[in-house]
Nanobody
Framework: QVQLVESGGGLVQTGGSLRLSCAAS????????MNWYRQAPGKQRELVAR???????NYADSVKGRFTISRDIAKNTVYLQMNTLEPEDTAVYYC?????????WGQGTQVTVSS
């Protein structure tokens, strides 16, 4: 099993930055995919960014060039650095781990971008 705890959300103005953290209860070195998803009110949950076990990263088109996913294996933590935030980025952000064919989710952290 993997327990995930997100932190770092909050209220920020348009153009501002936030860094989200996701602390895992076990080593993330062998987790196939660590992902950040988000869900805005009335919308489906969407994949924002992914980092693979090998360190490769992928991003949704809407956040490319603004968001960066990274990890600290020694700390069992994955980060999402979010820059140049827009009101459209307002959502609950969830950390997700794809491990041994099972998906694990954190409780989510709210990000609100004011215009």
């Amino acid at each position: 099993q993997v327990q995930l705890v997100e932190s770092g959300g909050g209220l920020v103005q348009t153009g501002g930055s936030l860094r989200l953290s996701c602390a895992a209860s076990r080593s993330i070195a062998n987790i196939n995919f660590m992902n950040w998803y988000r869900q805005a009110p009335g919308k489906q949950r969407e994949l924002v960014a992914r980092i693979t076990k090998g360190g490769n990263t992928n991003y949704a088109d809407s956040v490319k060039g603004r968001f960066t996913i990274s990890r600290d294996i020694a700390k069992n933590t994955v980060y999402l650095q979010m820059n140049t935030l827009e009101p459209e980025d307002t959502a609950v952000y969830y950390c997700n781990a794809d491990y041994v064919l099972v998906n694990y989710w954190g409780q989510g952290t709210q990000v609100t971008v004011s215009s």
